[in-house]
């Protein structure tokens, strides 16, 4: 094929030096930016990946959830699929003349056709993105001006993309050119039929379709060049980022090898101790605001709102990667750190999570939120040795009493006392282990649930036991307020219990034990064959007749609230609710923030041993959402929820009318 060296050649071998040059650099930037973090392997079970992949980038899983934006998502991104072939057959036809895909035969023209309508949905879809984004405006769309300015002139892009191509098919047409394929581009030819008034020749209507062309031709090279600092970089990352994410159980944290000699730092300070992976994370944000629509401190006033931090350290990346890259051994320091006055990210911003995962959750493109904000608490508890007061007095108890309120070790089962529990060095051969947990065992009100979950084991016939003074803290909390050391420590500890029975079957009543000793016990050396939270055993012993219950005499509205650990974390949504119906005589009631969008309780990440000083309490919160529906009774399954919403119900004054009670004492007071 010979090379014609007319107009078009050189625009295209400009567009291709000049601005292919300008784009090349700022993605060489985002590369070494990658190069600069720490290694991680996410190359097992591919064809999960593959899965995930089909699913919400191709079938838009998550997006679809908000259903006209996941349409007109849907309707760009498989319009610019259909389109980018025809893209590429202009760019080639402007270097060799007269290339064309039509050795491609009749998918060619039915290509042609398609393209011909994918060039109007997607400038529909374009229009119903500005009116939302201009007139509507729904909450979670950014505020930061920025961000804002960032979406229009994308908006802006695609737009004009899609008039050039449109125009640029039209005229050609009305100037008869065999290239634009009027015969299969009906709308184009449409088009071109009211552009008569013009009275163009065929030459001039060759030539506006031809400076058309061109127009569609260096949006192309002006996008590529834009797309590194732009939100929409997630074209490129979305599905990589998608591909290689986690696999293991969301709530498993990752682990620190403190035995390494070669390891200096703990946690993530600056750029270079996050991952390959938390960045690539950080490149493929949206910007869309999901994950601070459900956030429970972005929806409270608390300094942490989760697009923003992912944001702020996108933009920390950008700005001190360079300086991170040159700077001389030894003299790291001279860089800013990433909680700093400089990047906006405030020590309140960090200790502000309750690591409930709604942010996960909402992502379309799958970015770990909790894990980069757990990662930079390890820095400031294992490198500075910062963190808020009243959790420095909760890891002392921990250390001193394997439990946060600091009570002694040994009344750790004076809960159990009349109630004829074996425990394990009695009953070694029990079949299930009822791990009590610190709550159940030291908190009052807590107290009673594991009383009644006891009652309905023993009802049942359950063969179990507890560890009693034996039973230690699981590290949970400490883990996740960023104490990994100690949480090793205590971790290491049970462990050591666990294997000594040979334990293999586990039961609990708080969410947060069942979570860990589930789903992070393993990477610590010791996996259960079972691990089950009370409301889910429950629920098996109702269905197989091993308990039953007494009908309420009155029919009575329960408002039931999904703990963090046990629905987003580990998907357990309807055996709560069903054990719940079977008293029979009972309505459940839903908050409008339920299941995989419930509304945590505040108690998680450690913030249940933490005062919550800024905005609203994320209790009252949630408790006025539940005080909404006009409920008897709320109902967890969790003993930090049960703490927090009997808190909040007790700040709106409607102890005496509302009951907050955990399932096990629910059904407990109706067994037969």
């Known amino acids: 094929m010979e090379h014609t060296f007319d107009l078009r050649f050189f625009f295209v071998l400009t567009c291709i030096v000049v601005l292919g040059t300008w784009a090349a650099r700022r993605y060489l930037r985002l590369w070494r930016i990658l190069k600069l973090s720490k290694p991680e392997s996410q190359w097992t079970d591919i064809p ?39 893209t590429s057959e202009h760019i080639i036809e402007g270097l060799f003349h007269g290339f064309s895909l039509r050795f491609l035969g009749p998918l060619y023209n039915y290509l042609s056709y398609a393209q011909d309508f994918a060039q109007w949905i997607v400038v529909t879809a374009v229009v119903y993105f500005l009116v939302r984004r201009l007139i509507t405006k729904p909450s979670r769309m950014s505020k930061n001006p920025l961000h804002q300015k960032d979406g229009l002139i994308i908006l802006a892009y695609t737009g004009g993309h899609m008039l050039a191509d449109i125009l640029t098919f039209a005229f050609l047409v009305h100037a008869g050119d065999s290239h634009a394929m009027g ?84 946690g993530v300070g600056k750029i270079n101790e996050f991952t390959w992976k938390d960045i690539l994370d950080v490149y493929t944000c949206t910007a869309c605001g999901r994950c601070e ?68 959750e909402a992502c379309p493109v799958m970015i770990e939120h909790v894990d980069k904000i757990v990662d930079m608490r390890r820095s400031l508890v294992l490198m ?45 051969k029990a079949e299930y282990l009822f791990y009590v947990g610190c709550a159940g065992s030291f908190n009052d009100r807590n107290k009673k649930i594991s009383t009644a979950f006891v009652k309905i084991l023993q009802k049942a016939g359950v063969d179990f036991a507890i560890l009693g003074k034996e039973e ?85 509205r329960i408002a039931f609230h999904d703990s963090c650990y046990l629905g987003r974390y580990n998907e357990i949504y309807e055996q709560p609710r069903e054990a719940l119906r079977a008293i029979g005589n009972v309505e459940i009631v839903e908050m409008p923030r339920n299941r995989s969008k419930g509304l945590c309780c505040g108690a998680g990440g450690a913030r249940m041993w933490m005062e919550e000083t800024i905005g609203k309490r994320i209790n009252v919160e949630r408790v006025e959402e539940a005080l909404a529906q006009k409920p008897d009774v709320i109902a967890a399954g969790c003993p930090f929820c049960q ?13 005496a009318t509302v009951a907050v009670k955990d399932i096990a004492e629910l059904i407990a007071d109706k067994l037969c």
């Open 48 to 86: 999960k990946r593959i899965y995930l992949v089909v699913r919400n980038v191709f079938l838009h899983g998550k997006l679809l959830k908000d259903p006209l934006p996941g349409i007109a998502h849907a309707m760009i991104f498989f319009g610019f699929i259909l389109l980018t072939t025809g």
């Open 183 to 266: 015969t299969w581009r009906p709308l184009s030819t449409a088009l071109s039929d009211q552009l008569a008034f013009l009275a163009l020749t065929p030459d001039g209507a060759m030539q506006i379709g031809w400076f058309f062309w061109g127009i569609h031709i260096l949006t192309v090279f002006f996008f590529l060049a834009y797309i590194p600092t732009s939100k929409h970089l997630h074209i490129f990352t979305a599905g990589p980022n998608i591909f290689l994410s986690r696999l293991e159980p969301r709530g498993a944290l990752s682990t620190i090898n403190f035995e390494d000699e070669t390891q200096t730092t703990f």
């Open 293 to 360: 629509e459900f956030c429970p401190t972005a929806t409270t006033g608390k300094p942490l709102r989760p697009m923003k931090l992912i944001l702020d350290i996108k933009e920390y990346s950008l700005k001190y990667s360079e300086l991170i890259g040159s700077v001389p051994e030894g003299q790291e320091a001279s860089v800013p750190k990433m909680i700093s006055e400089e990047t906006g990210i405030s020590t309140d911003t960090v200790w502000a999570c309750t690591t409930c995962a709604a942010c996960v």
């Open 384 to 428: 500075e040795g910062a963190m808020p007061a009243e959790l420095q007095t909760s890891f002392t108890n921990w250390e001193r009493q394997s439990n946060p309120w600091g009570m002694p070790q040994d009344s750790r089962d004076a809960w159990a006392q009349d109630l004829k529990v074996p425990r394990l060095a009695e009953n070694p």
């Open 472 to 556: 230690l803290c699981n590290g949970e909390t400490a883990r996740r307020a960023g104490n990994e050391y100690l949480a090793k420590t205590m971790i290491d500890a049970n462990i050591g219990v666990l294997k000594q029975y040979d334990v293999k079957k586990i039961l609990t009543t708080c969410p947060h034990c069942f979570n860990t000793l589930k789903n992070e016990y393993p990477d610590f050396g010791f996996k259960a064959e079972s691990v089950r939270h009370h409301t889910d055993f429950i629920n098996d012993l109702l269905k197989d007749g091993k308990i039953t219950v007494t009908q309420e005499a009155e029919s009575t």
């Open 643 to 655: 703490v927090m919403l009997s808190d909040g119900v007790t700040e709106k004054k409607q102890e």
